[in-house]
């Protein structure tokens, strides 16, 4: 079964630092990882996908990398702002998802 | 992608109640799931809504439980039978457009339940 972590649980940070957050997870026989981002009582924002065959993806100020032989992902935010505050959620699987537990990012103004 | 839209956006049962969860797509998708998110928890898949037959349930989730029905190709519903406190939970539906190369899934805005 798939096991997927991400560390820190929550994160703070002021105005305009870059952000860096990590999903590890067991099996690395994956088929996609995606991230997401969930704010406070809604559901979830498709941001990126890497497919296995992918070593990352770019979208405006984000930037994932995967690698599958240490199974582990990462999320970059650059130049961080209040409205990135939310829970960030990464999530591993073909069609079937398994989710970490997510971080929760405070952008201080 | 895809629109995704989930009536109702709340409700608050009392226990033994039963709550149907609609789940409306703007296109036609290939695939659509039900997770569930309990309080402080991530996301765990209750099952995959497949058109024209029963639902496949992942462990630990039973059809009795949660009846899921697929008409067509763009809709879907959730009954959460028999509520107690146990199932208050945010429940989402998901979705893989028609024509994805990439399984890349999208989600609705969930219902949020809570039971009495």
């Known amino acids: 079964k798939q096991e997927v972590t991400q560390i820190p649980a929550a994160l703070s940070v002021p105005e305009g630092e870059n952000l860096v957050l990590n999903c590890s997870f067991t099996d690395s026989a994956i088929y996609n990882l995606q991230w997401f981002r969930q704010d406070p009582g809604k559901g979830l924002t498709s941001l990126l996908l890497i497919q296995s065959s992918q070593r990352e993806q770019t979208s405006g100020r984000l930037n994932a990398s995967l690698d599958k032989s240490s199974g582990r992902s990462t999320l970059y935010i650059a130049a961080s702002q209040p409205g990135d505050s939310a829970t960030y959620l990464c999530a591993v699987g073909d069609y079937k998802l398994s989710f970490g537990a997510g971080t929760t990012v405070t952008v201080r103004a | 992608s895809a629109v995704i839209s989930q009536k109702p956006s709340r409700d608050i049962c009392q226990r033994g109640t039963s709550l149907t969860i609609q789940c409306q797509v703007d296109s036609q998708v290939t695939m659509m799931f039900w997770y569930r998110q309990q309080p402080g928890q991530s996301l765990t898949l209750i099952a995959t809504a497949n058109q024209g037959s029963e639902a496949t349930y992942e462990s630990g989730f039973v059809i009795d439980k949660f009846p899921i029905s697929r008409p067509n190709l763009t809709f879907s519903t959730l009954t959460v039978s028999n509520m107690s406190p146990e199932d208050s939970s945010i429940y989402l539906c998901?979705?893989?457009?028609?024509?994805?190369?990439?399984?890349?899934?999208?989600f609705g805005p969930g219902t949020r339940l809570t039971v009495l």
């Open positions: 998901s979705v893989i457009p028609r024509g994805s190369g990439t399984n890349e899934q999208f």
